[in-house]
């Protein structure tokens, strides 16, 4: 019999079995990029009516996107794209290169406005790219984090709340789990990850590109 506090194990691993990849990338020519697709997205913002999905306040651009923003909106699909192929195999361990089938569509968001949880049916990635974080990167007063919901529910906080896995960002376990967004910066993640935004609570302006990637 093992001696009280000994270890009785000759050997133990944790795998990270059915993890989530959330992918937080930051677009080498960010600044110029943002220079060309914010004056485009505010000027849009003027011209056309928007629509209201997930969005609680702010505008929505139409999913046309690609459309409209020229050689700087084709950098950032383009590199979203190279990422979603790099962190995408074939189930028997192959590298693929997906002809994906993207839609794509701008916000704008100001003082209160927030997006409410979601999640994209119909597509395989999703993702964001920051053209403007409204100051909130460097004060987190600001708010308007992006914010995700546990996959596997909030069973495991609803039972014991004070209790989570010993494991690297166990906190998150049965609850959300909130990333700071930047100009310049990319998130890349599973389409049927339940996600949304935080309220901005600055005097500036939030100006995001989302997309979807499908088959």
């Not at 949880?117 to 920051?130: D, E, I, M, N, V």
């Not at 910066?185 to 389409?191: I, R």
Request: aromatic share 10%; charged share 15%; hydrophobic share 40%.
């Amino acid at each position: 019999m093992a001696e009280p506090g000994s270890n009785p194990f000759l050997q133990v691993e944790v795998k990270p079995t059915f993890a989530t990849p959330v992918a937080m990338a930051v677009l080498r020519e960010g600044d110029a990029v943002n220079r060309a697709l914010k004056p485009l997205v505010l000027e849009r913002e003027k011209s056309t009516p928007g629509k209201q999905i997930s969005n609680l306040g702010g505008w929505q651009s139409e999913d046309d996107f690609p459309a409209w923003s020229g050689t700087a909106g084709q950098q950032v699909l383009g590199a979203a794209m190279a990422l979603a192929n790099r962190l995408t195999r074939h189930r028997n361990g192959q590298p693929v290169r997906v002809p994906w089938k993207t839609t794509a569509w701008a916000n704008v968001n100001r003082r209160g406005h927030l997006n409410d949880f979601h999640a994209h049916p119909g597509c395989f990635w999703s993702g964001t790219y920051y053209v403007d974080d409204g100051g909130a990167a460097a004060n987190p007063a600001l708010g308007g984090e992006f914010e995700m919901q546990d996959p596997r529910g909030v069973g495991p906080s609803m039972y014991s709340p004070s209790l989570v896995f010993d494991l690297k960002d166990g906190a998150a376990l049965g609850a959300n789990m909130a990333l700071r967004p930047a100009a310049g910066s990319l998130f890349l993640f599973p389409s049927w990850l339940v996600h949304g935004v935080r309220p901005y609570l600055g005097d500036g302006v939030r100006i995001s590109i989302a997309f979807n990637f499908s088959l």
